[in-house]
């Protein structure tokens, strides 16, 4: 079946330092692939995606390149800020019968940004 | 352009009673997808439906149910509720006819069973 694996958290960083997130993947044919963020309290909010080998999602500072030979997705900023404390999940759409496609999360990653 | 909405936000049950949740998708949307979150989890995969149908189920019991109403609003149902069914539950609304199939979520409804 498909997985998603994302490196485990806490992550705590200062202000303006770099991020990366890893996460890897498990999927049979060719997924999309996708940022989740979840601030304390809410839903989830699509950060950003990339639907076919080498495209590179992007928004608000973020980035992800989908690697086919690496199954990778690793999410990256190059200057984090207070306000992008939150819960970061990996997760991939794949087709999974009678016109449905599925999404399929990782645990999860926590970060904390300090100032 | 309102979008996925949920209600109610939170919930508290005793074990053994029912409970019921309702998702309204985001405008030009006609399939529901229902996850359950757990505390510091992912969230798992329940169920979608389409056309008033269920099209696809995660690895959940018969317990939890559902519906979608010609609207395509759904509802989740879930009976004889155990302590471990404490959890997020979102709903997330897409529609047909895209290869990637984006989902828009709702906030989530908090259930607390005791």
């Known amino acids: 079946g498909n997985s998603v694996t994302q490196m485990e958290g806490p992550v705590t960083l200062s202000e303006e330092a770099f991020l990366t997130i890893n996460c890897t993947y498990t999927?049979?044919?060719?997924?999309?692939l996708f940022w989740y963020v979840q601030y304390p309290g809410e839903g989830l909010q699509l950060l950003l995606k990339?639907?076919?080998?080498?495209d590179k999602g992007s928004n608000k500072g973020f980035e992800a390149t989908y690697r086919k030979e690496t199954t990778s997705f690793h999410l990256e900023k190059g200057s984090v800020q207070v306000s992008d404390s939150a819960v970061y999940f990996c997760?991939?759409?794949?087709?999974?019968?009678?016109?449905?496609?599925?999404?399929?999360f990782g645990k999860g990653t926590k970060l904390s940004v300090i100032p | 352009d309102a979008g996925v909405t949920q209600s109610p936000t939170h919930l508290i049950k005793t074990r053994g009673q029912q409970v019921t949740l309702r998702c309204s998708p985001k405008?030009?949307?006609?399939?529901v997808s229902w996850y359950q979150q757990a505390l510091g989890q992912g969230p798992q995969f329940i169920f979608q439906?389409?056309?008033?149908?269920?099209?696809q189920r995660g690895n959940f019991p018969d317990r939890f149910s559902g519906h979608q109403f010609p609207n395509y609003s759904s509802e989740l149902n879930v009976n004889a509720l155990l302590l471990g069914d404490s959890a997020l539950y979102l709903c997330?609304?897409?529609?047909?006819?895209?290869?990637?199939?984006?989902?828009?979520f709702g906030p989530g409804t908090r259930l607390t069973v005791l």
């Open positions: 997330a609304s897409s529609g047909t006819g895209y290869r990637d199939n984006e989902q828009f």
């Open positions: 999927a049979t044919g060719y997924p999309s």
């Open positions: 990339a639907t076919k080998a080498d």
């Open positions: 997760a991939l759409s794949a087709y999974s019968g009678a016109g449905s496609y599925q999404l399929t």
């Open positions: 405008s030009g949307h006609d399939t």
């Open positions: 439906y389409y056309e008033e149908e269920e099209r």
